[in-house]
Nanobody
Framework: QVQLVESGGGLVQAGGSLRLSCAAS????????MGWFRQAPGKEREFVAS????????YYADSVKGRFTISRDNAKNTVYLQMNSLKPEDTAVYYC??????????????????WGQGTQVTVSS
């Protein structure tokens, strides 16, 4: 069992930055693909970014490319999401996800067995 705890959310003005962190309870998450999803009020949950363990390939939603960066620190069992040039439409609850299985397309929610509780990000205009 893996528990994921997100932190770093908050209120920021448009154009600002935030860095989300996700700490895994498991002693090591080496071998796990990690990612982030988000869900805005009244909208479906959507993929944001992921980093596949097997080859380190990064995946980003088109809406965040060039603004968000996903990274991981295996020694700290932590994955990060650096969010720059934030827009009001980035407002959502952000969820950290993890899964030990290889995925050909780690952008779908069904690819992930483990989910965090979420952290709120609010971007004011």
């Amino acid at each position: 069992q893996v528990q994921l705890v997100e932190s770093g959310g908050g209120l920021v003005q448009a154009g600002g930055s935030l860095r989300l962190s996700c700490a895994a309870s498991r002693r090591t998450f080496i071998g796990y693909t990690m990612g982030w999803f988000r869900q805005a009020p009244g909208k479906e949950r959507e993929f944001v970014a992921s980093i596949r363990w097997s080859d380190g390939r990064l995946y980003y939603a088109d809406s965040v490319k060039g603004r968000f960066t996903i990274s991981r620190d295996n020694a700290k069992n932590t994955v990060y999401l650096q969010m720059n040039s934030l827009k009001p439409e980035d407002t959502a609850v952000y969820y950290c996800v993890a899964d030990p299985r290889h995925s050909e397309l780690p952008t779908r929610s069904e690819e992930y067995a483990y989910w965090g509780q979420g952290t709120q990000v609010t971007v004011s205009s």
